[in-house]
């Protein structure tokens, strides 16, 4: 690619221009620390979590939750439900929040709750968690038997309410059979190369391959356990990881999705690890954080290391937040 000089002034001018999406931010919104270091860090719009292990009730519990977090920090954070609520995030300088699911328990095994979770707001959904579920299996489980026929209903149904299927921490089988379930593009909101990192979590080429031919996105994770071998990374690591999957699939299906888990309570912490094999929580445990991008206030470094590293403004702007846009465009209104 054409080398770009650029200044760090010239850098932040970019990053300012850009719309910044990350496909997946799992911290704790309550805080408004939180809050301050999405706003310092030029956020956009992020996919957040409001379910994961949860069952229905505690899921509505949590989005009344985040109803009212809207009305009282309305200045800060603001609901997604369209591409164009992005936008509206973007000219008011505040973060919007994209409900998002990371498994399907919160269903209640009825997928007809898809369309009363649709019309409260929620537009991605990750099939499974870790574990083998009623939908198929996650990349812990012993045995990963592939997308159930109750999962295959699934699909049907999100593609034809326009929500996006996420398979960030399905099985590969799982995930590979629901890709090609699905009618429309699909996501790994927050998965990385297996090739870069031996853990579970990660994902074979074939399964981006696969994801890319399908026309869907990858946000990369910034956890060093899923960026180098040795469970200790920088933002070099971090940019490495995306030329490995824009080397491998294509700029126009990378974007980031860095999973930061800031200010979360010890107790949602210990829920979410929960099924991890104690050598891959040791990892975690080790080394959470990517030196030089540590927290969501350091965004702006992401595009000015893109930028030293050879891409052109234009593209830099798709891997930073113009990737999702088009997917999410053509995905929440029914491809």
């Known amino acids: 690619m054409e080398r770009v000089n650029m200044n760090q002034q010239e850098a932040m001018e970019v990053h ?3 719309i910044v999406i990350d496909g997946l931010n799992a ?40 109803y009212r977090l809207f009305e009282d920090r309305s200045d800060r954070i603001l609901q997604v ?63 990963d038997k592939g997308l159930t026929g109750l999962g295959r209903e699934i699909v049907a149904e999100m593609n034809r309410l326009g929500m996006l299927v996420d398979l960030s921490h399905c099985g590969t089988k799982t995930a590979m059979d629901a890709i090609e379930a699905s009618k429309g593009p699909v996501a790994f909101t927050h998965a990385n190369p297996l090739a870069l990192a031996k853990s579970p979590r990660n994902k074979p080429d074939e399964a981006f391959k696969a994801l890319a031919a399908k026309g869907g996105v990858a946000g ?6 899923w960026l180098t071998h040795h469970g200790r ?37 210990m829920a979410s690890l929960k099924g ?32 030293s590293r050879g891409y052109s403004p234009g593209d830099v702007k798709k891997i930073m937040g113009g990737n999702w846009m088009r997917l999410f465009e053509k995905v929440w209104l029914g491809f």
């Open 276 to 307: 991890i094999s104690p050598e891959n929580l040791e990892k975690y445990y080790s080394s959470t954080l990517v030196e030089g991008f540590e927290s969501a206030a350091e965004f702006p470094r992401v595009t000015e290391g893109l930028l």
């Open 81 to 143: 439900r369209t591409v164009e609520d992005i936008r509206k995030a973007k000219s008011r300088g505040c973060a919007g929040m994209i409900f998002g699911f990371q498994d399907t328990h919160a269903l209640g095994g009825n997928p007809r709750m898809l369309a009363v979770y649709h019309a409260l707001g929620v537009r991605i959904i990750q099939l499974t968690y870790n574990d083998e579920n009623a939908v198929g299996c996650g990349c812990m489980a012993p045995v």
């Open 16 to 18: 300012e221009e850009s």
């Open 220 to 225: 990369v994770v910034r956890l060093p356990a």
């Open 233 to 269: 990374a920088g933002v070099d690591d971090y940019l490495k990881a995306i030329d490995y999957l824009v080397d491998l699939i294509g700029i126009e299906h990378v974007g980031l999705g860095t999973d930061f888990m800031e200010d979360i309570p010890a107790e949602i912490m």
């Open 27 to 66: 911290s704790y919104l309550f805080s408004d620390a939180v809050l301050d270091r999405l706003r310092q860090g030029g956020v956009t719009a992020f996919n957040g979590t409001v379910a994961a292990w949860h069952s229905l009730p505690e899921t509505m519990n949590l989005i009344a939750d985040f």
